[in-house]
């Protein structure tokens, strides 16, 4: 409900610290020796080893689809700084679509594939080519506001939900995760074995950093207004939500933006039932032991049982029903 699940999962900022980290250290010590600087510069070694660590983390983590495309991205990045060339941001993203889909096609129908590359695509949309007065706003809290403005579509789409204080969210609890909370699980993980009592300290700090972080989480996702439930957009209002975002997100200085805002309207108005007077859609939905029936008509909607609680976490009402009405 607030928006940073994306946080919890292994994700490109876990992959691009594991690989940032591990490029300084290794310059580091490579610049240590007057040898080893002799047979390779400090900065191509320290390339190599980031991307090493990179793939092994990226294994270790399952080689989900954000996983993927973050390795092959920096795979690329990695290449064409060996080699001494520059590379478009659009061409990185793209090569690095065509890797995936060429690896495993079936990906395109996981909403993560969607979510991972729309992300960075907004992002690349957003701030390159544009200049910006390098503050901390520009670098850190405009990220927040276009993934916020440009992935609610597609969070609509696939989960018929869109965070509203996500943006308010993601500037507290990123930076706090991706610089306090993943760098001490990171390291305890490491020291665990040669040295259980660092590893042990390093890890309850990271703990100690999620408890301090939770409850400002908690406030927000218990915020009566934090999550905005949608219907599932049709083919041709997703269009124009694309072509308003699209719009909303142009560079500064260009006139009529707001213009986007009127696109992402369709939204915000469902398709109707397409039934004739007369008429009824039956569902029947397994609400686990028993079933749950629907009947829609072209004015009313009427549902017969909504299943059995199975627990005091567990339903079969909030699990099976309330997602097939909000859908529609």
């Known amino acids: 409900n607030s928006g940073t699940s994306h946080l919890l999962a292994i994700s490109g ?38 991307m090493l660590a990179a793939t092994c983390y990226a294994a270790m983590a399952g080689f989900s689809v954000p996983t993927q495309r973050a390795l092959v991205m920096l795979l690329l990045a990695v290449m064409a700084l060996l080699i001494y060339r520059r590379m478009a941001v659009s061409s990185i993203v793209l090569a690095a679509l065509a890797v995936l889909l060429i690896m495993d096609p079936l990906a395109a129908l996981a909403a993560d594939f969607w979510l991972s590359f ?19 706003w520009w670098r850190w809290g405009r990220v927040q506001l276009l993934t916020g403005i440009g992935l609610a579509p597609l969070l609509i789409l696939w989960f018929q939900q869109v965070a509203v204080l996500t943006v308010l969210a993601n500037i507290v609890a990123v930076p706090w995760v991706e610089l306090v909370v993943v760098p001490c699980v990171l ?19 990271g703990a100690g950093a999620l408890q301090l972080l939770w409850p400002f989480l908690e406030w927000i996702a218990r915020t009566d207004f934090s999550v905005w439930y949608l219907p599932a957009p049709s083919g041709w209002s997703m269009l124009a939500a694309m072509a308003g975002v699209v719009i909303l997100l142009m560079p500064g200085g260009l006139p009529g933006r707001w213009i ?19 008429d009824f859609r039956f569902t029947l939905l397994d609400a686990g032991q028993g079933l749950a029936a ?27 029903l309330v997602p097939y009405l909000r859908h529609n």
């Open 294 to 320: 629907v009947i829609e008509t072209r004015q009313h909607v009427l549902v017969y049982d909504t299943g059995a609680r199975f627990s005091e976490r567990f339903d079969a009402g909030n699990a099976v």
């Open 187 to 205: 390291i305890g993980t490491i020291l665990l074995l040669p040295a259980p009592v660092a590893g042990e300290w390093f890890l309850q700090s």
């Open 118 to 136: 729309g992300a960075v695509m907004i992002i690349a949309y957003g701030m390159t080519c544009r200049p910006g007065p390098g503050n901390l």
């Open 260 to 278: 986007g805002g009127l696109w992402l309207t369709p939204l915000l108005f469902p398709a109707t039932t397409g039934l004739n007077d007369g």
């Open 13 to 50: 900022q876990h992959i691009t610290l594991i690989a940032g980290f591990s490029y300084f250290l290794a310059r580091w010590l490579w610049s240590l020796s007057s040898v080893a600087i002799t047979c390779m510069p400090a900065r191509r070694f320290a390339a190599l080893s980031g």
